[in-house]
């Protein structure tokens, strides 16, 4: 995932009969405020239009070229209405820049004791307009939490940091690449999925069969300075004492010919396999080599369910933190509102309280403990979560999925496998929603609270039926 930094497009709206030495003073207040976010920012210059603002067909015109010139910097636009803005300008510019990125549209509060000509703003009036004709465009866009606020408030700061998420989920999923490595295992009917439906929203699967990858494996000696490099970034990344040299050797030489192969037909994000045919043909489990990818934000799914690591790869877009893939797999006691999480596990290190390298458990009684090295057991520290599930629909045609927010917990529990007990408010109607709509039994999760800018980035700007589930 790209550390690029973010850009937005911003149109200062402005309109004559209202004070326009506001759109002067408004203009310099937002790039203030993206600069101290630490974002850049295109906006019309005071010498390309009046106080570098949009009001007349003209200077709508100019930003939408000075936005087209630009678009492959841009990753949102902001509207900002320091006064009551002309209602045609924002919708204009952005129709014909044509950049199809997500729109923020923020408006700029009166002061009750300043009404007079002079200051008086009229925003709250302004912003209404100007959605109507941004709905009469076609243009999606985002509101910011209160109807105005102020652009150097706290308040402001959260919409800008959801709206930046909003963007990011956008961005990374718009022409996504994703490789899938290996057939699905053909017990997990479950992680079916569309390669049809997911083209037809931009998102590309590149597959490469087991075979290959072992046979790039087969070229590579011990000592390959690729494969020394990759066993010592395994080291590094977990204890490995109780792991024998030669497992270690395939799981270095696995990483290093996925990484090899990615690079190759360039795809950000994977899926693997894994069950059973790794244990059985290559004699070691790929949690590991998985884990070190989705640690570094290249989200990384087991059982070959690609739409399984674009749930992760989402969350992990708007959260800027890694995210794992897991099995709702447990009810927890007698709680209703609580579960057991789990994976055998290839979990990104980030999760867990201590990690270390394992081996799978439920493979060892079938394959042996010499075949199943190489998975990361631990405990996923408690704190808050967001989970997510994005998929194909044949019978719709469409992809959709849900998202909501929980807690993992610090509840008693002894196992093996990478685990964690989660708290989610009406827990079992979200378990009916996702029986009775046919979900898949896994769930992406990330150790943030981003529900609403996944929501918003995958329903609004990219069209998915995305619901969301709500504590109450």
Not at 232 to 241: L, M, P
Not at 243 to 265: I, Q
Request: charged share 25%; aromatic share 6%; with cysteine.
């Amino acid at each position: 995932m790209s550390n690029r930094k973010m850009t937005m497009g911003v149109i200062v709206g402005n309109r004559g009969f209202f004070p326009d030495v506001l759109a002067k003073t408004g203009r310099e207040e937002i790039i203030r405020v993206l600069e101290k976010a630490g974002m850049d920012c295109v906006v019309l210059s005071p010498e390309e239009s009046k106080f570098g603002a949009v009001e007349t067909h003209d200077e709508a015109k100019r930003c939408a070229d000075l936005f087209a010139r630009n678009r492959h910097r841009i990753d949102g636009i902001i509207v900002t209405l320091p006064n009551f803005g002309d209602e045609r300008g924002a919708a204009e510019a952005i129709r014909r820049a044509r950049l199809d990125v997500p729109v923020l549209v923020q408006a700029s509060p009166d002061d009750a004791g300043a009404m007079t000509e002079q200051f008086r703003r009229d925003s709250f009036c302004g912003k209404i307009s100007v959605c109507h004709n941004l709905r009469q465009s076609g243009i999606p866009y985002s509101l910011t939490a209160q109807h105005t606020v102020g652009l150097d408030t706290p308040e402001f700061g959260a919409d800008l940091a959801r709206f930046a998420a909003v963007c990011r989920v956008v961005r990374g999923l718009r022409d996504l690449r994703i490789g899938c490595i290996g057939a699905r295992p053909a017990a997990f009917t479950t992680v079916r999925y569309s390669e049809k439906i997911l083209e037809a929203n931009h998102i590309t699967v590149e597959t490469v069969d087991l075979s290959d990858i072992y046979g790039r494996i087969g070229k590579l000696k011990d000592d390959d300075p690729g494969v020394i490099a990759k066993l010592a970034e395994i080291r590094r990344y977990v204890q490995t004492a109780t792991t024998p040299l030669p497992a270690l050797l395939k799981m270095a030489k696995l990483g290093f010919a996925v990484d090899d192969w990615m690079k190759s037909v360039d795809v950000e994000i994977s899926a693997i396999q894994c069950w059973t045919s790794m244990q059985d043909h290559f004699g070691v489990m790929p949690c590991t080599v998985m884990s070190m990818m989705s640690n570094r934000l290249m989200s990384s799914a087991c059982e070959a369910d690609v739409c399984g690591t674009i749930s992760m790869h989402a969350l992990a877009l708007a959260g800027e933190e890694a995210s794992a893939l897991l099995d709702w797999n447990n009810n927890y006691g007698t709680n209703p509102d609580k579960a057991v999480c789990f994976h055998c596990s290839n979990l990104p290190k980030s999760f867990f309280t201590e990690a270390r390298m394992h081996h799978g458990e439920i493979f060892a009684g079938t394959v042996g403990i010499d075949n199943a090295h190489g998975t990361l057991a631990g405990r996923i520290k408690s704190g808050p979560m967001t989970f997510a599930r994005i998929s194909t629909d044949d019978v719709s045609g469409r992809m959709r999925g849900y998202v909501g927010e929980g807690s993992f917990t610090s509840d008693d529990l002894t196992t093996f496998g990478g685990v964690g007990v989660v708290e989610i408010p009406r827990l079992q109607e979200l378990m009916q929603f996702i029986c009775n709509n046919g979900f898949e039994h896994h769930v992406a999760a990330n150790l943030t609270r981003v529900a609403d800018a996944v929501e918003e980035a995958t329903s609004r700007y990219l069209g998915w039926e995305m619901s969301r589930h709500r504590a109450a």
